[in-house]
């Protein structure tokens, strides 16, 4: 079945625009709640709903309450919390569904509706699609008696802590270890500071006064600036900076210097190797990671599995397979021995325990293998374009595919949750790779105009 509303990670839109609107939120909620119903006669259904600090978050937030409870389903309001929380709760509080409203690292002004089934794990492409097609019929509404329940459960956030604390090393502590944790104004803005403070860190808090409109403004895991100045400031061990929902992260180190995604797999997985812990001795990320985190892997004897882009996609492979390690260059890094998504912080807290175990500074952790010059562009386009049918621009990506040959790759696709075009291209030789990047978006810049 096709899905028309359900992206790469859930439903996401302009807040107040379709399909981000309390309509829509009103019907996905009587939809999902019908869905997960099917199987479960009349006894009692749970789901449990996290958001991030977005203003929009509260009108969608009543709206999803609404059309669930119209169908049955008694309702869990966790406040704000990380998705990873959501997925973690989802299963633990035995729930049937969760639900996490957050448009990621997007502006304040998008929001979205992510799925989450019994396992704690995102939904697969064929129960999206069963949901979209719920939408489009008449939903049998309980009976008065038998209507859902609604009720705020304030310790979430504390048992999200409480068990993302169990995944450190055990008996080891962070004293002595100053760190930066920059929560984007986001979903984790209480969450993070007080894990990383209860395991005995001094903790530098940023992006922690949410007001409904600064989410991921000028700070966080796609806009690390703020926390690499505030770092070198501090003369902070690490900097942790996390996105709006706090599934992804970016690690800084005591010089200021970026670790992204790909270089933390890339330590993860040769030391999980080295301990017997990585399942078949396979990392699987996705087709944006770097070509230099190949190489390493190849030439330590492991194995990369590359996915479509999401970190959902991630997953699916991993539970397919039998792998616990994987991830996005982008920061979602997925360990599926602790938890069912990519999460920031647990990413982050198992940074500092091999810094903790290995007694190193997190410069000489996290440059791992030397990456391949990458360039990546993007380029909008309007919804009634179809930038990559275009003869000509299939004429210069051919093109530029045989520039690259043998030297690097190349990598043309259509973002999931935006209008646009992502140009990505790898080689050792810079100039070539300039000049093949801007060919395509040359021609992809034409064709969408």
């Known amino acids: ?29 009587a939809a999902a709640g019908k869905f997960f119903r099917r199987n479960n006669g009349d006894s009692e259904h749970r789901v449990v709903i996290g958001k991030d600090t977005r203003r929009s978050g509260y009108m969608l937030e009543s709206a999803l309450t609404a059309g669930l409870t119209s ?27 969760g ?19 019994p396992d704690g794990f995102k939904l697969s492409d064929k129960d999206e699609a069963a949901i979209e097609a719920l939408l489009e019929q008449q939903i049998d509404l309980a009976r008065p008696a038998n209507i859902g329940g609604a009720k705020r459960i304030d310790e979430g956030r504390h048992r999200y802590v409480e068990f993302i604390k169990t995944t450190f090393p055990s008996a ?28 005995g860190a001094e903790v530098v808090p940023m992006g922690v006064a949410p007001d409904g409109l600064n989410i991921n403004d000028r700070v966080g895991s796609t806009a690390p600036d703020a926390a690499v100045a505030k770092v070198l400031a501090e003369g902070a ?38 301990d017997g812990r990585l399942n078949h001795g396979t990392l699987v990320a996705t087709v944006m990671s770097n070509l230099g985190l190949e190489r ?14 999401g970190d959902r996609y991630v997953v699916e ?15 979602h890094i997925v360990m599926t021995d602790f938890a069912t998504t990519g999460d920031g912080l647990l990413s982050g807290l198992h940074f500092l325990g091999e810094m903790v175990t290995s007694g190193k500074r997190a ?14 562009k993007n380029v909008r386009f309007s919804s009634k374009k179809a930038p990559l049918d275009s003869n000509n621009v299939r004429k210069v990506i051919e093109q530029g595919e045989a520039r690259l040959a043998g030297t690097g790759r190349l990598l043309i696709r259509k973002s999931g949750t935006e209008p646009l075009i992502r140009v990505m291209a790898e080689c050792e030789d810079e100039v070539v790779m300039t000049e093949v990047v801007d060919s395509i978006v040359g021609a992809v810049s034409e064709a969408a105009g």
């Open 1 to 29: 079945m096709s899905r028309k509303f359900f992206g790469t990670d859930g439903v996401r839109g302009l807040a107040n625009t379709p399909p981000m609107t309390a309509e829509m939120a009103l019907k996905l909620g």
């Open 172 to 199: 080891k502590k962070l004293d002595g270890l100053k760190v930066v944790v920059d929560c984007a104004h986001g979903a984790a803005y209480r969450a993070a500071p007080e894990a990383l403070w209860e395991l």
């Open 71 to 97: 169908t049955g389903m008694n309702v869990l309001l966790l406040g704000p919390v990380p998705t990873p929380a959501v997925g973690h709760l989802t299963q633990s509080m035995r729930a049937d569904l």
């Open 317 to 331: 492979a991993m539970r397919a397979g039998g792998f616990n390690l994987g991830g996005e260059q982008s920061g």
């Open 296 to 309: 390493f892997l190849d030439g330590a004897g492991l194995s990369l599995l590359r996915t479509a882009v």
């Open 237 to 274: 061990d690490l900097g942790i900076c996390l996105d709006g929902d706090a599934d992804r992260v970016t690690l800084i180190d005591e010089k200021g210097r970026i670790a992204d995604g790909d270089q933390v797999m890339a330590l993860f997985a040769k030391h999980w190797a080295e």
């Open 99 to 117: 639900i996490m409203i957050s448009a990621s690292h997007n502006p304040f002004h998008d929001n979205g509706i992510k799925l989450f089934g």
């Open 363 to 376: 410069s000489e952790l996290s440059e791992v293998f030397e990456t391949i010059p990458q360039m990546l």
